[in-house]
């Protein structure tokens, strides 16, 4: 279909990432994605994902021969939706999570790499495609950034932080392009990745119980939705009321 909205969406492979793809898909976009892995073979066999580039987004080479690549391929045609889904919340080598007191400051940097600095330079890289379409970015945030976190990090909390100031600004910038640009906080949300350690953090959230991927993915779909097309600059908590 020559009039397919795509969308390029960032560590797809797992996650919430992987749920965004599913959902997309669902809806008819072609997916355009990027991960430090592969994408699952369920989604490689559907006729809406479109291609997969292996990629290292905290790396800078990595991330331009990524853009260069992405480009090639739309070849001229345009971008309809960006998801900067991802991201990286490290651990010291004594597993503590990074904090203020703790860990390498390179190891900051490499934080700020992809959860900060990747986001904005992919919708530099691609703010040509994205007027054309009249698109939307999503960046992916998270609660941590607006409260302290018992297992976040300050590094991770600080980089999300960022995110979502950058997220206004760029909402202001891209306007004049006919771009929206808005941001998805997500709570605690079940994955694989989550440890047994959250389940403490139940009770601090009113709707009683962890969110699911599928709950972030319909949130970042219908924000490049048409219902959204007056909506910019703003930053959805889906948190099951955490951040109240």
Known sequence: MSDQKIVLLTGASQGIGHAVASRFMQEGWQVL???????????????????????????????????????????GRPLHALINNAGVSPKTPFKERLGVLNGAIEDWRDVFELNF?????????FAAALHQGRGAIVNVTSIAGHRVHPFAGSAYSTSKAALSGLTREMASEFAQLGVRVNAVAPGEIATPMISADYETLIPRIPLGHMGTVDDVAGVVYQLCSDDFAYVTGVELFVTGGQHL
């Open 117 to 125: 600095f990747a986001p904005l330079k992919l919708a530099r890289g």
């Open 33 to 75: 994605s990027c991960a430090r892995q592969e994408m699952p073979e369920e989604c490689r066999r559907n006729p809406n994902w479109a291609k997969h580039i292996p990629t290292d987004l905290a790396d800078s080479d990595s991330l331009d021969r990524f853009v260069a690549a992405g480009q090639e391929w739309l070849a």
